[in-house]
């Protein structure tokens, strides 16, 4: 047992870390300050929409940057122009004061900027939407007023003519400080600014010889002022002022100490979250969970006994490692990333179905308690690596592909999958060895559910409906593909662009709010009743923000709402540019193709391009019957939809690893059985496997579907009627397939396996 103390430190010390990394998220308020910060702050950050906020993607136009710099490589201009925008945003945004903002590069040429707590950003939308280069440029004399090289720009609001020397007299990027103040004559607000030293030489030369010449400060593009010079500025510090109210002022000031931004940036993505929605996607998210555990821990128990029990506290202790891990890597908590860990909840309970499943058919047999528990792990862990690989492809592509919360998704069950595989086959065994110590050699008993024993030794002839089975999948597959052509899908902006509204007014009727949109030019606008009475979601098009840079048109129905009742709510936004829209409709379809295809490649590497071609086909007509259920029963296609087809894809091909699994594992050792009765003594073998795996999947995840709401409908809803699709497929799809394309190779003279090295070296022993 000395093996058994050593692997019951290293376990432990583990598993100790793991917990102690995860504690500071779960401590009390009148426990955290007796811990340092440093041990406080590793901690999970919560996402926008657990918390409230606001996220802005952000483009940088560098078509006038490339216009003027003729020549220069595109790739180093694009790059130059976004690191000097992250730079001057993220100054801009300090000025303001915000709680940290997250501010970080995506892609080639965009920018996501995240504010926790900022429930409106149209301020900052117009902060960091505004370019700020400003220019110094003289007043053209009245004899240069004709010629061409002179600039026509107007004041900011179009009504006075400015005609100035097209040559800039001083670049805005000398000034160093500036700050707002007030007249002290007019008492009007006023910008005062500080030049740096080659700025001040410059501004002292310049005015010394233009005594009497007015000069115009220009920011982007309009006249802000143009002051008579009287007298020479030697001073290195001046004053701007243009008829400014104090917020217009105050920005003034802030945009001019931030800098300039290189190129403009333009919105082509807005997402708000109210904090309300925030909390309750937080309650809902931890009730849901909190129940489906329990659910599963009650299942476990009911069938596994004493067995189950170890089960549930190697699945409490995975829990607990996620949330360690997650914690570490400095993660950020999502909605979608609670219905991974919910999810990781059910899928952990797979690997120990299959051990415990294992177990008991060695035990079965007449085998002693340690030499069960060794053959049993010994022919389970396979699979469970086949199963969690596959699973992981899905999982990868989902992270590469995905954006945001469909990221943090994927990290948690990628994390969750890690730990499983930890716990379900290094401390679930050590505490199972711990269990039966003393008395190894004793016969072992696990519980479980007699009549499917029965059912699984007797056998069923599943492959008699095989027929049937293959007939009617294509049935539901056609009729799924019909219902994705009419009536469609009803795909969310991820996917059309445009802007979603969800609007709490409750004295406001749908005719009323019709009405007042109609009036804002905001005709196009569809509304959906949802919920309490007063719950409404508003859908814009993309073109009614086209020329407006996809932001405009949520002010405009803000106020056309506040019209009607002035205390009405927005507890969440969406603005989506056609641009990203096309772009995230493409990352779907290659995410979905690419995951096909590596986990059409790793069974082939794993077992047989039979075996590969079942599964892939078997998986793309699961895949027609969720998406006929999505048009079926109008639930929205939008992200977290492509985060549940993806684990489906995963969750499917891990359920058909395992009958394959044990379908290799027979050819075998009996090659010559018939394949009908081969693959029907497979599927019964792995019944009850496949049985317990989906109900506790299924009790997982059914709280959220049923109470989760529509911020989690999209995932839940299609997840159950996927486990159910996926199951069945295994039994009565994926075998008939196996057996068609067996038989087919068969006829070409192929063996079913390729041989084993062993198999090739007693081969080789025998040529003489």
């Given at each position: 047992?000395?093996?058994?103390r050593?692997?019951?430190m290293?376990?432990?010390?583990?598993?100790v870390l793991?917990?102690?990394?995860?504690?500071?998220?779960?401590?009390?308020?009148?426990?955290?300050?007796?811990?340092?910060?440093?041990?406080?702050?590793?901690?999970l950050?919560?996402?926008?929409?657990?918390q409230?906020?606001s996220?802005?993607?952000?483009?940088?136009?560098?078509?006038?940057?490339l216009?003027?710099?003729?020549?220069?490589?595109?790739?180093?201009?694009?790059?130059?122009?976004?690191?000097?925008?992250?730079?001057?945003?993220?100054?801009?945004?300090?000025?303001?004061?915000?709680?940290?903002?997250s501010?970080?590069?995506?892609?080639?040429?965009?920018?996501?900027?995240?504010?926790?707590?900022?429930?409106?950003?149209?301020?900052?939308?117009?902060?960091?939407?505004?370019?700020?280069?400003?220019?110094?440029?003289?007043?053209?004399?009245?004899?240069?007023?004709?010629r061409?090289a002179?600039?026509?720009l107007?004041?900011?609001t179009?009504?006075?003519?400015?005609?100035?020397?097209k040559r800039v007299?001083?670049?805005?990027?000398?000034?160093?400080?500036?700050?707002?103040?007030?007249?002290?004559?007019?008492?009007?607000?006023?910008?005062?600014?500080?030049?740096?030293?080659?700025?001040t030489?410059?501004?002292?030369?310049?005015?010394?010889?233009?005594?009497?010449?007015?000069?115009?400060?220009?920011?982007?593009?309009?006249?802000?002022?143009?002051?008579?010079?009287?007298?020479?500025?030697?001073?290195?510090?001046g004053?701007?002022?243009?008829?400014?109210?104090?917020?217009?002022?105050?920005?003034?000031?802030?945009?001019?100490?931030?800098?300039?931004?290189?190129?403009?940036?333009?919105?082509i993505?807005?997402?708000?979250v109210?904090?309300?929605?925030?909390?309750?996607a937080?309650?809902?998210g931890?009730?849901?969970?909190?129940?489906?555990?329990?659910?599963v821990?009650?299942?476990?128990?009911?069938?596994?006994?004493?067995?189950?029990?170890?089960?549930?506290?190697?699945l409490?202790?995975?829990?607990?490692?996620?949330?360690?891990?997650?914690?570490?890597?400095?993660?950020t908590?999502?909605?979608?990333?609670?219905?991974?860990?919910?999810?990781?909840?059910?899928?952990?309970?797979?690997?120990?179905?299959?051990i415990?499943?294992?177990?008991?058919?060695?035990?079965?047999?007449?085998?002693?308690a340690?030499?069960?528990?060794?053959?049993?792990?010994?022919?389970a862990?396979?699979?469970?690596?086949?199963?969690?690989?596959t699973?992981?492809i899905?999982?990868?592509?989902l992270?590469?592909?995905?954006s945001?919360?469909?990221?943090?998704?994927?990290?948690?069950?990628?994390?969750?999958?890690?730990?499983?595989?930890?716990?379900?086959?290094?401390?679930?065994?050590?505490?199972?060895?711990?269990?039966?110590?003393?008395?190894?050699?004793?016969?072992?008993?696990?519980?479980?559910?007699?009549?499917?024993?029965?059912?699984?030794?007797?056998?069923?002839?599943f492959?008699?409906g095989?027929?049937?089975?293959?007939?009617?999948?294509?049935?539901l597959?056609?009729?799924?593909?019909?219902?994705?052509?009419?009536p469609?899908?009803?795909?969310?902006?991820?996917?059309?662009?445009?802007?979603?509204?969800?609007?709490?007014?409750?004295?406001?009727?749908?005719?009323?709010?019709?009405?007042t949109?109609?009036?804002?030019?905001l005709?196009?606008?569809?509304?959906?009743?949802?919920?309490?009475?007063?719950?409404?979601?508003?859908?814009?098009?993309?073109?009614?923000?086209s020329?407006?840079?996809?932001?405009?048109?949520?002010?405009?129905?803000?106020?056309?709402?506040?019209?009607?009742?002035?205390?009405?709510?927005?507890?969440?936004?969406?603005?989506?540019?056609?641009?990203?829209?096309?772009?995230?409709s493409?990352?779907?379809?290659?995410?979905?193709?690419?995951?096909?295809?590596?986990?059409l490649a790793?069974?082939?590497?794993?077992?047989?391009?039979?075996?590969?071609?079942a599964a892939?086909?078997?998986?793309a007509?699961?895949?027609?019957?969720?998406?006929?259920?999505?048009?079926?029963?109008?639930?929205?296609?939008?992200?977290?939809?492509?985060?549940?087809?993806?684990?489906?894809?995963?969750?499917?091909?891990?359920d058909?690893?395992v009958?394959?699994?044990?379908?290799?594992?027979?050819l075998?050792?009996?090659?010559?059985?018939?394949?009908?009765?081969?693959?029907?003594?497979?599927?019964?073998?792995?019944l009850?496997?496949?049985?317990?795996?989906?109900?506790?999947?299924?009790?997982?995840?059914?709280?959220?579907?049923?109470?989760?709401?529509?911020?989690?409908?999209?995932?839940?809803?299609?997840?159950?009627?996927?486990?159910?699709?996926?199951?069945?497929?295994?039994?009565?799809?994926?075998?008939?397939?196996?057996?068609?394309?067996?038989?087919?190779?068969?006829?070409?003279?192929l063996?079913?396996?390729?041989?084993?090295?062993?198999?090739?070296?007693?081969?080789?022993e025998?040529?003489?």
């Amino acid at each position: 047992m000395k093996s058994l103390r050593s692997r019951a430190m290293v376990y432990g010390l583990v598993i100790v870390l793991g917990l102690l990394s995860a504690m500071p998220n779960l401590l009390p308020a009148n426990l955290a300050d007796k811990f340092p910060d440093w041990y406080l702050e590793n901690t999970l950050s919560l996402g926008l929409d657990l918390q409230g906020g606001s996220h802005l993607l952000l483009e940088v136009d560098a078509t006038e940057l490339l216009a003027n710099n003729p020549g220069q490589p595109e790739d180093l201009l694009l790059k130059d122009a976004v690191e000097r925008s992250l730079e001057v945003v993220r100054r801009r945004l300090d000025e303001t004061g915000l709680v940290e903002p997250s501010i970080t590069r995506q892609g080639k040429n965009h920018i996501l900027v995240q504010m926790p707590g900022v429930a409106d950003p149209a301020h900052i939308r117009e902060l960091l939407g505004t370019t700020a280069q400003m220019t110094f440029h003289w007043v053209a004399k009245p004899d240069e007023s004709r010629r061409s090289a002179v600039l026509r720009l107007t004041d900011a609001t179009g009504e006075q003519e400015y005609v100035l020397e097209k040559r800039v007299a001083m670049q805005g990027e000398h000034i160093s400080d500036a700050q707002m103040a007030f007249n002290q004559d007019t008492t009007e607000p006023v910008v005062n600014f500080k030049l740096d030293s080659e700025g001040t030489r410059l501004f002292g030369d310049m005015t010394r010889q233009n005594i009497g010449r007015p000069l115009a400060i220009v920011l982007d593009n309009h006249v802000i002022t143009a002051p008579i010079i009287r007298s020479v500025i030697a001073g290195g510090s001046g004053e701007i002022s243009g008829s400014f109210t104090t917020a217009e002022a105050s920005n003034l000031a802030l945009l001019l100490r931030a800098g300039a931004l290189p190129a403009p940036l333009h919105v082509i993505e807005e997402r708000t979250v109210g904090p309300d929605l925030g909390s309750d996607a937080i309650a809902m998210g931890v009730s849901t969970g909190l129940l489906g555990a329990a659910l599963v821990i009650a299942f476990m128990l009911g069938i596994y006994g004493r067995w189950g029990l170890i089960a549930c506290a190697g699945l409490a202790v995975n829990i607990g490692l996620v949330l360690g891990l997650l914690s570490i890597l400095g993660a950020t908590l999502t909605l979608p990333g609670i219905a991974g860990i919910i999810l990781t909840i059910g899928m952990a309970v797979d690997a120990n179905i299959l051990i415990n499943e294992r177990i008991r058919e060695e035990s079965r047999k007449g085998k002693v308690a340690w030499m069960a528990l060794r053959e049993g792990f010994g022919r389970a862990y396979s699979t469970i690596l086949d199963s969690n690989v596959t699973t992981l492809i899905a999982v990868s592509l989902l992270f590469m592909f995905g954006s945001g919360p469909v990221k943090g998704f994927a990290v948690t069950i990628g994390i969750g999958l890690l730990t499983s595989l930890f716990t379900a086959v290094a401390f679930n065994r050590l505490v199972m060895e711990w269990w039966i110590k003393g008395r190894e050699r004793e016969p072992l008993t696990i519980a479980g559910f007699a009549w499917l024993d029965r059912l699984s030794e007797r056998g069923v002839n599943f492959m008699k409906g095989r027929v049937i089975g293959l007939v009617l999948s294509g049935v539901l597959s056609i009729a799924s593909i019909a219902l994705f052509i009419q009536p469609g899908l009803d795909y969310g902006v991820d996917f059309t662009g445009g802007t979603l509204v969800e609007v709490r007014a409750p004295s406001v009727s749908v005719d009323e709010l019709r009405t007042t949109l109609q009036s804002q030019q905001l005709g196009a606008a569809s509304i959906q009743e949802f919920g309490q009475d007063g719950d409404f979601l508003i859908r814009l098009p993309a073109d009614a923000s086209s020329n407006t840079g996809a932001a405009h048109p949520v002010d405009a129905l803000k106020s056309a709402v506040t019209s009607l009742q002035p205390d009405a709510s927005f507890p969440k936004v969406d603005v989506v540019g056609p641009k990203v829209s096309g772009g995230f409709s493409d990352a779907t379809i290659l995410a979905i193709l690419l995951a096909g295809a590596g986990m059409l490649a790793y069974l082939w590497i794993r077992f047989e391009s039979h075996f590969a071609l079942a599964a892939t086909i078997t998986i793309a007509l699961d895949l027609t019957k969720t998406i006929g259920f999505f048009a079926l029963a109008g639930v929205e296609f939008n992200l977290t939809a492509v985060a549940a087809l993806l684990a489906l894809i995963g969750y499917s091909v891990n359920d058909k690893v395992v009958v394959f699994d044990r379908i290799r594992e027979n050819l075998r050792q009996t090659p010559d059985m018939p394949m009908l009765e081969l693959l029907n003594r497979s599927i019964s073998s792995t019944l009850t496997r496949t049985v317990f795996t989906s109900v506790t999947t299924f009790l997982a995840l059914l709280p959220m579907g049923i109470a989760g709401g529509a911020a989690v409908s999209s995932f839940a809803l299609p997840m159950l009627f996927g486990i159910v699709i996926g199951t069945s497929s295994s039994v009565f799809i994926a075998s008939p397939i196996l057996y068609y394309l067996s038989e087919r190779r068969s006829r070409k003279g192929l063996t079913q396996l390729r041989p084993t090295a062993e198999e090739m070296r007693k081969e080789l022993e025998l040529i003489p």
